[in-house]
């Protein structure tokens, strides 16, 4: 069983980074990480988005409700280009850094359930030297739908399938943390490391931006952050299960439209 002790966990909160900490905890939350006055843009950018095409008509994505569908503005698209991002992930990429994705993860009134305790990387392709910086807009705390990190988890690596993880099934039993943030503070998380979500009892929105990173010889890449392409292979992600005549993905598609057509016929 690997073990963290109370100074260990309280070492992954600070207001520097620490490699070497991440490394072992595949977490780590820094404090005022993006400038004030980058922080007041961004957020008057989400205020006035929310406003012009969010309130009360928000597009849910009923597999994934915290997920934002609407196409964001410039500057919060974008959000990945500050040069803070890039300060932090150098010493665990070097200086050739690119992204996978960037996306909005929002707990409103559409979207205040629990997310299941999951790991990303197996929802991803290319390497799996990933991580995502989640960037909160908003205070984010247990009372609207706080993350939850299971601390050390992503040392047993991606487990084979997607979906909710059951942590009775292993002997390991890692500690949790649930950090409250501000704006400005920011959460790094390896990309197989365990996460969930809670309620949003407060009724106050969670805004949060979820920017997936690699190192720029990943051949997934979608544009670098800083450096230079390292990789003469590249390959667009959309719509993934091109890539293949039969797979999972394709078993599942029929069997939901086998059973909807079942269902359909004794009606």
């Given at each position: 069983?690997?073990r963290?002790n109370?100074q260990q966990?309280?070492?992954?909160?600070?207001d520097?980074?620490?490699?070497?900490?991440?490394r072992?905890t595949?977490?780590?939350v820094?404090?005022r990480?993006?400038p004030?006055?980058?922080?007041r843009?961004?957020?008057?950018?989400?205020?006035?988005f929310?406003?012009?095409?969010?309130?009360?008509?928000?597009?849910?994505?009923?597999?994934?409700?915290v997920?934002l569908?609407e196409?964001?503005?410039?500057?919060l698209?974008?959000?990945?280009r500050?040069?803070?991002?890039?300060?932090?992930l150098?010493?665990?990429f070097?200086e050739?850094i690119?992204i996978?994705?960037?996306?909005?993860?929002?707990?409103?009134?559409f979207?205040?359930?629990?997310?299941k305790?999951?790991?990303d990387s197996?929802?991803?392709?290319?390497?799996?030297n990933k991580?995502?910086?989640?960037?909160?807009l908003s205070?984010?705390?247990p009372?609207?739908g706080?993350?939850t990190f299971?601390?050390?988890?992503?040392?047993?690596g991606?487990?084979?399938?997607a979906?909710?993880?059951?942590p009775?099934?292993?002997?390991i039993?890692?500690?949790?943390?649930?950090?409250?943030?501000?704006?400005?503070d920011?959460?790094?998380?390896?990309s197989?490391l365990w996460?969930?979500s809670?309620?949003?009892?407060s009724?106050?929105?969670?805004?949060?931006?979820?920017?997936l990173?690699?190192?720029?010889?990943?051949p997934?890449?979608?544009?670098l952050?800083?450096?230079?392409?390292q990789?003469?292979?590249?390959?667009s992600?959309?719509n993934?299960?091109?890539?293949?005549?039969?797979?999972?993905?394709?078993r599942?598609i029929r069997?939901?439209?086998?059973?909807?057509?079942?269902q359909?016929a004794g009606e």
């Amino acid at each position: 069983m690997t073990r963290f002790n109370e100074q260990q966990l309280a070492s992954l909160d600070a207001d520097t980074f620490d490699p070497e900490v991440f490394r072992q905890t595949g977490v780590f939350v820094i404090r005022r990480a993006i400038p004030a006055a980058v922080m007041r843009a961004w957020q008057e950018a989400w205020d006035a988005f929310y406003e012009s095409t969010l309130r009360g008509r928000r597009a849910v994505n009923q597999a994934n409700p915290v997920a934002l569908m609407e196409a964001l503005p410039p500057l919060l698209a974008n959000m990945y280009r500050e040069p803070a991002f890039a300060a932090i992930l150098k010493p665990l990429f070097g200086e050739h850094i690119a992204i996978y994705h960037h996306r909005f993860v929002i707990k409103d009134e559409f979207s205040t359930g629990k997310v299941k305790l999951h790991q990303d990387s197996c929802y991803h392709l290319g390497n799996l030297n990933k991580c995502s910086i989640f960037t909160p807009l908003s205070q984010a705390n247990p009372d609207n739908g706080a993350m939850t990190f299971h601390v050390g988890s992503h040392k047993l690596g991606v487990l084979g399938d997607a979906g909710e993880i059951d942590p009775g099934a292993f002997d390991i039993r890692w500690p949790t943390i649930t950090p409250s943030l501000e704006p400005g503070d920011v959460v790094v998380m390896n990309s197989s490391l365990w996460h969930e979500s809670g309620l949003n009892t407060s009724g106050m929105h969670r805004i949060m931006a979820d920017t997936l990173f690699q190192p720029a010889d990943d051949p997934t890449g979608r544009e670098l952050v800083c450096g230079d392409w390292q990789t003469e292979l590249r390959y667009s992600t959309d719509n993934h299960i091109r890539f293949f005549v039969n797979s999972r993905i394709h078993r599942l598609i029929r069997c939901e439209k086998e059973r909807a057509a079942a269902q359909a016929a004794g009606e």
